[in-house]
């Protein structure tokens, strides 16, 4: 049973940088894509990094240059560098696992495409 567990979120000013991490257990990790997305209250999710197996990586227009996602397969965990935090990236953020990805070299960005999904961590940038 594949577990994600989602952390370092909080209350920050605009314009600060925040680090997510999400670690993975029970399954075999480094096989895996994995994914962040982020949600609010009444809204669709919304894709905002992924990386796969073979670390490629791709970003949402929306955090495109301030977001970089990363991993690291020893630790199992993934990671998402939010820098130049703004007002709208106010959301709850969710880590996501990938066991069906099938081309190493493309990135998932539909929610569909996932299987396991992290509890979220709550982000909330004030103006």
């Known amino acids: 049973q594949v577990q994600l567990v989602e952390s370092g979120g909080g209350l920050v000013q605009a314009g600060a940088s925040l680090r997510l991490s999400c670690a993975a257990s029970?399954?075999?990790?480094?096989?895996?894509?994995m994914g962040w997305f982020r949600q609010a209250p009444g809204k669709e999710r919304e894709f905002v990094a992924g990386i796969t197996s073979n670390r490629i990586t791709k970003h949402g227009d929306s955090v495109k240059g301030r977001f970089t996602i990363s991993r690291d397969n020893g630790k199992n965990t993934v990671y998402l560098q939010m820098n130049s935090l703004k007002s709208e990236d106010t959301d709850a953020y969710y880590c996501?696992?990938?066991?069906?990805?099938?081309?190493?070299?493309?990135?998932?960005?539909?929610?569909?495409?996932?299987?396991?999904w992290g509890q979220g961590t709550q982000v909330t940038v004030s103006p």
């Open positions: 029970g399954g075999t990790f480094r096989r895996y894509a």
């Open positions: 996501a696992e990938d066991l069906g990805a099938t081309n190493p070299w493309v990135v998932g960005t539909n929610i569909y495409e996932y299987d396991y």
